[in-house]
Structures are given as C-alpha cells and as structure tokens.
C-alpha cells in the first residue's frame, strides 16, 4: 500500500537553513508535493515536482527528489519566524488522490 | 483566479445531531472535488471524492456520507454525530494533478 512517512518536528534557529525529509512508498507516482499549514489554517501548495525531475528552485525554497530511494526533501534557506508552521509532504497516486505523510512541525527560534 | 470556501468556519454540535458542511468552488469548472478530515492537528485522511455531479467515491466506511448536487458544490453530511467525529474538515478541489484546499472548518462534537 501506500505510505508516506515524515519526521515529528524540526527546530531551527532564525536565518538558518531548515531541511524536511520524507520517504514515499508508491514508484509510480508521478507528482510529489509540499504543502504548509499554518495553525487554524488549510493548506497551503508551496511547491511540487514531477518524477522525472531531480531538483526544483523556486527562491528560498528547494525541493530534491531522490526517486531511487524514495526520498524527497524540502530546504527552506534563510528560514524566518513566518515560516513556523507544519509542512506536510504528499504523493499522488491514480491521478486523482493525494496521499500524505502526518505532517512536520518546524519552529523557527528568534 | 480560482477561490474555494467552506462554511461554517467553526461548529459546536451535541452527539447525535445531524451534519451539514459545505464547499463551493468559484472560477473553474467540472473540477475533482474532494473531502478531507485532519485530526489531532496532523495528519490528513481522504473521506470522499468526487469527478462529477452525482458521482462520489467513498474511501473509508464511517458516519459520514458525500453529495455533489451541482457542479461546484461539495456536502458532507451525517445523520447523527458521534464523538469521533470531532475533527477538522477541508475541502479541496483538483483540475489536473494539483489539489488546493479551503480554509476547513473546525468540528467540535460533545
């Protein structure tokens, strides 16, 4: 089946780079996404990358895929107190279903 | 631009009482509209989907059940709460492989 697992929670300290791994179980899924949550709030799409892509920059936000070992991962450089919030990782699978990981809750200190 | 809404943002209901949650999407059309429950503020788990009018796909068995009477309207609904039922509730919408969520609402069953 489908799993999508994420680490608990991450601490970081203002301007330092922040980095959020996830595993994913499905090869053949064809979209891998980020999305943020902030507290009382839906979610937010931050980004996502297509399988057949390593790498993708969009400012302060860098997304890596490492499809051979299921591994994807979110880098936030120069993290700020606004970025506190729980980031969830999600694959998709059949077109039209997401699958997501519980969530990692990054807390950013001043 | 494409806007989605939920309403109530917040509700308080006894045991047993019936539900009703809704979500209306603006500026698209025909598109995958799909309901989510989050609970504990972490993970999110897939209740309903839906690719048209009519045409709901159930993912878990549970209390609760989906309609989709018009284009751009998704209900979720029960006829009788139960305590499990407490949670957070989004609603989301897809024209392609990208999902964007409501503001959810918070469900509080005593």
């Known amino acids: 089946g489908e799993d999508v697992e994420q680490s608990l929670f991450l601490s970081v300290r203002e301007g330092d780079s922040s980095v959020i791994n996830c595993t994913y179980t499905d090869s053949s899924s064809t979209y891998l996404y980020w999305y943020k949550q902030e507290p009382g709030a839906g979610l937010q799409l931050l980004t996502y990358i297509f399988s057949n892509m390593d790498m993708k920059q969009d400012q302060r936000l860098t997304v890596l895929l490492n499809k051979k070992d299921k591994h994807l991962s979110l880098r936030i450089a120069d993290t700020q107190t606004g970025d506190s919030a729980i980031y969830f990782c999600a694959e998709s699978i059949d077109g039209n279903k997401l699958v997501f990981g519980a969530g990692t809750i990054l807390r950013v200190k001043s | 631009s494409q806007t989605i809404h939920q309403w109530p943002a917040t509700l308080v209901q006894p045991v047993g009482s019936p539900l009703s949650l809704e979500c209306t999407v603006e500026?698209?059309?025909?598109?995958?509209l799909y309901w989510y429950r989050q609970a504990a503020g972490r993970g999110l788990q897939l209740l309903f989907y839906s690719v048209g009018i009519g045409q709901i796909s159930s993912e878990v068995p549970q209390n609760l059940s989906a309609s989709r009477p018009q284009d751009r309207q998704f209900i979720l609904s029960s006829k009788k709460l139960l305590l499990s039922d407490s949670g957070f509730y989004l609603c989301?919408?897809?024209?392609?492989?990208?999902?964007?969520f409501g503001p959810g609402t918070r469900l509080l069953v005593l």
């Open positions: 989301a919408w897809s024209r392609g492989e990208t999902q964007y």
């Open positions: 500026g698209t059309s025909n598109p995958n």
